[in-house]
């Protein structure tokens, strides 16, 4: 069984940064692609950032592009979302997901999710 556990988050002034965790359990880690997603009350869980299996190629959305940076460190089984320039449309729960296939950009493409870490940007 994997689990996926995201940490970072919080309450932060528009501007600001943050830097979102999340730890994977599992030792076929460095094997699978990962993503981000956010989901803001009301709307539907949309695609942030994934990274494959190396590190080496990554893709954002474009509300992101330019802010945020999606990493890995697979040594501990890790991946990370560095968000800077923080705007308060992006307030939302952040999940980590892992990818099985299929297009980056939907949520069907991955099979085992975190429990989410909230970020609230203020105005």
């Known amino acids: 069984q994997v689990q996926l556990v995201e940490s970072g988050g919080g309450l932060v002034q528009a501007g600001g940064s943050l830097r979102l965790s999340c730890a994977a359990s599992?030792?076929?880690?460095?094997?699978?692609?990962m993503g981000w997603f956010r989901q803001a009350p009301g709307k539907e869980r949309e695609f942030v950032a994934a990274?494959?299996?190396?590190?080496?190629?990554?893709y954002l959305a474009d509300s992101v592009k330019g802010r945020f940076t999606i990493s890995r460190g697979n040594a501990k089984n890790t991946v990370y979302l560095q968000m800077n320039s923080l705007k308060p449309e992006d307030t939302a729960v952040y999940y980590c997901?892992?990818?099985?296939?299929?297009?980056?950009?939907?949520?069907?493409?991955?099979?085992?999710w975190g429990q989410g870490t909230q970020v609230t940007v203020s105005s």
């Open positions: 997901a892992r990818y099985r296939g299929g297009s980056y950009y939907v949520t069907l493409s991955y099979d085992y």
């Open positions: 990274i494959n299996w190396s590190g080496e190629s990554t």
């Open positions: 599992g030792r076929t880690f460095s094997n699978y692609a």
